[in-house]
Each structure stands twice: as structure tokens, then as C-alpha cells.
């Protein structure tokens, strides 16, 4: 199986910026959608970012503008800039090894934002 590891979350104050990486066990070259997700309390997880082998970007409207997704395929790594962050935000963030419906999820990374 594939193994997801998220790190760089944490609590920043609004207005500031993190960047969530996330690093696979497996050659991620060949997959087309890598993701991210989020969970805030009491709500549905929710799609944040992904991005395609051939590097196009997709992105709700609540991160349109202050997110950055990215992927280093040489490092099995994919990355969350996240700029200009809101309280709202504040959730786990889940990183996604697929397309929807099937692949892999990381266990999470904690982001707070909070001042």
C-alpha cells in the first residue's frame, strides 16, 4: 500500500502562511490527480487543491488566490503553499494519492489559525 505522510502544519496567526508538504512511499510520477482535502470540526471534508501530471491546477473559491499547489515528482512530494490564511481555515488537511473515488490518504496535519 502507499503511504502519505503530511507535515508542516500548525497554528499561525491571520494573515500568515504555511506550506504543507506531503511525501509518498510510492513513484507518483505516473498519477495523475494528486490532492489536498480538508476537515474542519463538524463539517464535511471538503476538496482544497489538486493538480494533474501535466500540471494544471484546480481550486475552490475559498483558497482561489491564496493557495498554491505543487508537485516535485523527483521526491514523491507533493505541496500546500497556503498565503494570507483565514480562521477559517483552520481544519486537518488530508493529502490524496488519486483520482477521486479510489488511491490513498495521508493521516492528516493539523492547521490552526488563530490570533
Known amino acids: 500500500q502507499v503511504q502519505l505522510v503530511e507535515s508542516g502544519g500548525g497554528l499561525v496567526q491571520p494573515g500568515g502562511s504555511l506550506r504543507l508538504s506531503c511525501a509518498a512511499s510510492?513513484?507518483?510520477?505516473?498519477?495523475?490527480?494528486m490532492g489536498w482535502y480538508r476537515q474542519a470540526p463538524g463539517k464535511q471534508r471538503e476538496f482544497v487543491a489538486s493538480?494533474?501530471?501535466?500540471?494544471?491546477?484546480n481550486y475552490p473559491n475559498s483558497v482561489k488566490g491564496r493557495f498554491t499547489i505543487s508537485r516535485d515528482n523527483a521526491k514523491n512530494t507533493v505541496y500546500l503553499q497556503m498565503n494570507s490564511l483565514k480562521a477559517e481555515d483552520t481544519a486537518v488537511y488530508y493529502c490524496?494519492?488519486?483520482?477521486?473515488?479510489?488511491?490513498?490518504w495521508g493521516q492528516g496535519t493539523q492547521v490552526t489559525v488563530s490570533s
Open positions: 490524496k494519492f488519486g483520482a477521486p473515488g479510489s488511491g490513498y
Open positions: 510510492a513513484d507518483i510520477s505516473r498519477v495523475f490527480l
Open positions: 493538480i494533474t501530471t501535466g500540471g494544471i491546477t
